[in-house]
T-cell receptor, first 111, second 110 residues
């Protein structure tokens, strides 16, 4: 079955540490997205990519980085520059204008 | 601008109908969407409506679109306990991106 897989489900980060969240899809979708979800604030776009080797900043890109070396994969790195990284992170993919398919999310906690 | 607004909470009795409302701002949106999120999970696409339609029905779900007022609603008939979740309204904006509302938390009480 086609789908989008995020890993890990839970992730703990120490102060000053970089961590990478994985997102893989086998839907043959061109576009992929990363969102951050905080309680009561809905979804905020971090980065998105419409084709391989190209990506754009979203509304809250500071402290995050991404790469898109393969169509199937769009990993997100939360760097030490992100001062408040504790949140639920959602990855999504889409083909043109037909809505998104979401992964099951990664909950990141700073310890 | 891109700003989707929803009320934050809705409480409904089991068996009654739920109506979740949403307003959006981008009159050029091609599609409007409703997503459902259960606790600790990702978002699941419930239904969508094309901007030239007024209504779409899909089993217990009815979507109404008032393009003049930029108002979208989702009606869930015969609401069940499994319908308790957060519901997000979203509009398509430029470059096939979606802009999401803050989500409406629906609580179904017995």
């Amino acid at each position: 079955d086609g789908g989008i897989t995020q890993s890990p489900k839970y992730l703990f980060r120490k102060e000053g540490q970089n961590v990478t969240l994985s997102c893989e899809q086998n839907l043959n979708h061109d576009a992929m997205y990363w969102y951050r979800q905080d309680p009561g604030q809905g979804l905020r776009l971090i980065y998105y990519s419409q084709i391989v080797n190209d990506f754009q900043k979203g509304d809250i890109a500071e402290g995050y980085s991404v790469s898109r070396e393969k169509k199937e994969s769009f990993p997100l790195t939360v760097t030490s520059a992100q001062k408040n990284p504790t949140a639920f992170y959602l990855c999504a993919s889409s083909r043109t204008d037909y809505g998104y398919t979401f992964g099951s999310g990664t909950r990141l906690t700073v310890v | 601008g891109e700003d989707v607004e929803q009320s934050l909470f809705l409480s409904v009795r089991e068996g009654d109908s739920s109506v979740i409302n949403c307003t959006y701002t981008d009159s050029s949106s091609t599609y409007l969407y409703w997503y459902k999120q259960e606790p600790g999970a990702g978002l699941q696409l419930l239904t969508y409506i094309f901007s030239n339609m007024d209504m779409k029905q899909d089993q217990r779900l009815t979507v109404l679109l008032n393009k003049k007022d930029k108002h979208l609603s989702l009606r869930i008939a015969d609401t069940q306990t499994g319908d308790s979740a957060i519901y997000f309204c979203a509009e398509s904006i430029r470059d096939y991106k979606l802009s999401f509302g803050a989500g409406t938390t629906v609580t179904v009480r017995a």
